[in-house]
T-cell receptor
Framework: DQQVKQNSPSLSVQEGRISILNCDYT??????FLWYKKYPAEGPTFLIS?????DKNEDGRFTVFLNKSAKHLSLHIVPSQPGDSAVYFC???????????FGKGITLSVRP | NAGVMQNPRHLVRRRGQEARLRCSPM?????VYWYRQLPEEGLKFMVY????????ESGMPKERFSAEFPKEGPSILRIQQVVRGDSAAYFC?????????????FGPGTRLTVL
């Protein structure tokens, strides 16, 4: 039972263009969402978050959009840089103990 | 300020042996989460601990797996009688509280290979 779906396993974009990474969820109780970035052989690092009371949160080149009615999030990276090449995970925070529910991740490759 | 430390980074065990994975949280953090990442999968929650207490172990397999976070020293994830299906990357994360708006900081992971 996958509560968080990142259906596109990989994405390749040209440097300088926009990267759009999508995430769908099924649990309507999720109300706080995180994006993590992961390089090979390293742990995930926090990138950006959004609360369900908002529909957009922006931090530099990174913007996350939330459509609650569609249970859909998207992470926009613009302009994309080669250093952005990594695996990106969508991770809602669940329950009183704040455990994270991760999607399978999207591998982003930014071509120079 | 050192980040979350995990050791060993790589661990090889034969079927039936025991695996012990250690996690030292960031300074000042008393909340630890363990996650497991199987090949081609996302990270899956296993257990949440505070100092000397297991708070939520709903993601832990019922047998062979245990976790502790003693008053002194690192948190330990212990896997007894390992099987090939235990081969995975095990990550711990620490946080200053269980508040959902506090970031969980992840360690580099321990990659367990069971032969």
């Amino acid at each position: 039972d996958q509560q968080v779906k990142q259906n596109s396993p990989s994405l390749s974009v040209q440097e300088g263009r926009i990267s759009i990474l999508n995430c769908d969820y099924t649990n309507s109780m999720f109300d706080y969402f995180l994006w993590y970035k992961k390089y090979p052989a390293e742990g995930p690092t926090f990138l950006i978050s959004i609360s369900s009371i908002k529909d957009k949160n922006e931090d530099g080149r990174f913007t996350v959009f939330l459509n609650k009615s569609a249970k859909h999030l998207s992470l926009h990276i613009v302009p994309s840089q080669p250093g952005d090449s990594a695996v990106y995970f969508c991770a809602p925070v669940t329950g009183a103990n704040s455990k994270l529910t991760f999607g399978k991740g999207i591998t982003l490759s930014v071509r120079p | 300020n050192a980040g979350v430390m995990q050791n060993p980074r790589h661990l090889v065990r034969r079927r039936g042996q025991e695996a012990r994975l250690r996690c030292s949280p960031m300074k000042g953090h008393s909340h630890v989460y363990w996650y497991r990442q199987l090949p081609e999968e996302g990270l899956k929650f296993m257990v949440y601990l505070q100092k000397e207490n297991i708070i939520d172990e709903s993601g832990m397999p019922k047998e062979r797996f245990s976790a502790e976070f003693p008053k002194e020293g690192p948190s330990i994830l212990r896997i007894q009688q390992v099987v090939r299906g235990d081969s995975a990357a095990y990550f711990c994360a620490s946080s200053p509280s269980r508040d959902r708006y506090n970031e969980q900081f992840f360690g580099p992971g321990t990659r367990l290979t069971v032969l």
